[in-house]
T-cell receptor, first 113, second 111 residues
Framework: GENVEQHPSTLSVQEGDSAVIKCTYS??????FPWYKQELGKRPQLIID?????GEKKDQRIAVTLNKTAKHFSLHITETQPEDSAVYFC????????????FGQGTRLTINP | DTAVSQTPKYLVTQMGNDKSIKCEQN?????MYWYKQDSKKFLKIMFS???????INETVPNRFSPKSPDKAHLNLHINSLELGDSAVYFC??????????FGPGTRLTVT
């Protein structure tokens, strides 16, 4: 079945610098890749997503890139701010009857002021 | 305006008891989900319903039984609770292929 690996598990960056989180997936049929942000004690929030027919997508300070050949996708956060501190999850869709998501293990991002 | 709500927020109970968690969404979405987040923060799908029909039923013990009385509600009943059931349970809804909005979570602690 689908396996999603996410790296790094923890990431610490200085405020204002960029952060990059990478995920790889195993199922070449996966066609939808969302990213979620979960602040401490809160619910996961969908922050950006990308479909397999697109190579890059941006939304203000966040962007996601997808390399279908290599089966990896990345989240890029520029000009980081303290409120970006959270756990970030990548996910990849897999169709087994119905479509479902397989999540990565999460990356705890800390922005140092 | 709460998009996805679930009750209770906290649930502390003893092993062997039966408990229920309720979820409601007011977004008009067709699909609802139950996810389990363990102590290591790993998120795993348990069930998914589309228009009251069960479409995803992961390898979950049959002590867990979801019920969707209508497309705005999805409840989770758990029989004979075990220590390993302790986790945060999230309800979610979507109109597309993946959960768009999560509920606030129910932290279940089994003692």
């Amino acid at each position: 079945g689908e396996n999603v690996e996410q790296h790094p598990s923890t990431l610490s960056v200085q405020e204002g610098d960029s952060a990059v989180i990478k995920c790889t997936y195993s199922d070449s049929a996966s066609n939808y890749f969302p990213w979620y942000k979960q602040e401490l004690g809160k619910r996961p929030q969908l922050i950006i997503d990308i479909r397999s027919n697109v190579g890059e997508k941006k939304d203000q300070r966040i962007a996601v890139t997808l390399n279908k050949t290599a089966k990896h996708f990345s989240l890029h956060i520029t000009e980081t701010q303290p409120e970006d501190s959270a756990v970030y999850f990548c996910a990849a869709s897999v169709t087994q009857g119905a479509q479902k998501l397989v999540f990565g293990q999460g990356t705890r991002l800390t922005i140092n002021p | 305006d709460t998009a996805v709500s679930q009750t209770p927020k906290y649930l502390v109970t003893q092993m062997g008891n039966d408990k229920s968690i309720k979820c409601e969404q007011n977004l008009g979405h067709d699909t609802m989900y139950w996810y389990k987040q363990d102590s290591k923060k790993f998120l795993k799908i348990m069930f998914s319903y589309n228009n009251k029909e069960l479409i995803i039923n992961e390898t979950v013990p049959n002590r867990f039984s979801p019920k969707s009385p209508d497309k705005a509600h999805l409840n989770l009943h758990i029989n004979s609770l075990e220590l390993g059931d302790s986790a945060v349970y999230f309800c979610a809804s979507s109109q597309g292929p993946a959960p768009q909005y999560f509920g606030p979570g129910t932290r279940l602690t089994v003692t």
